[in-house]
């Protein structure tokens, strides 16, 4: 994690660096806000599928450590709010 918050995690296999802006819950792409493009990975983290973003904490919108349906209100909810 740099100083500003953002973790960047390294993926070989596609010869890319993505970075991960500071406590956006629900930003699963990493883009800095909640918005269409972050519903396909967040519903992959959900379902705990192999080829899901990482860090998958991106989608753990309540904080509890479980990526699981009490997620989905809140992701719903950032989502409409964007």
Not at 33 to 57: R, S
Request: aromatic share 6%.
């Amino acid at each position: 994690m740099d100083p500003n918050g953002y973790l960047y995690v390294s993926e070989p296999k596609h010869n890319r660096v993505v970075r991960f802006g500071p406590a956006l819950p629900g930003d699963v792409n990493g883009s800095g806000e909640v918005d269409q493009a972050d519903v396909a990975g967040f519903v992959l983290a959900l379902l705990g599928a192999p080829n899901a973003p990482k860090p998958i904490e991106a989608a753990d919108m309540n904080g509890d450590a479980c990526l699981d349906g009490e997620d989905i209100d809140a992701f719903l909810q950032a989502l409409l709010a964007s």
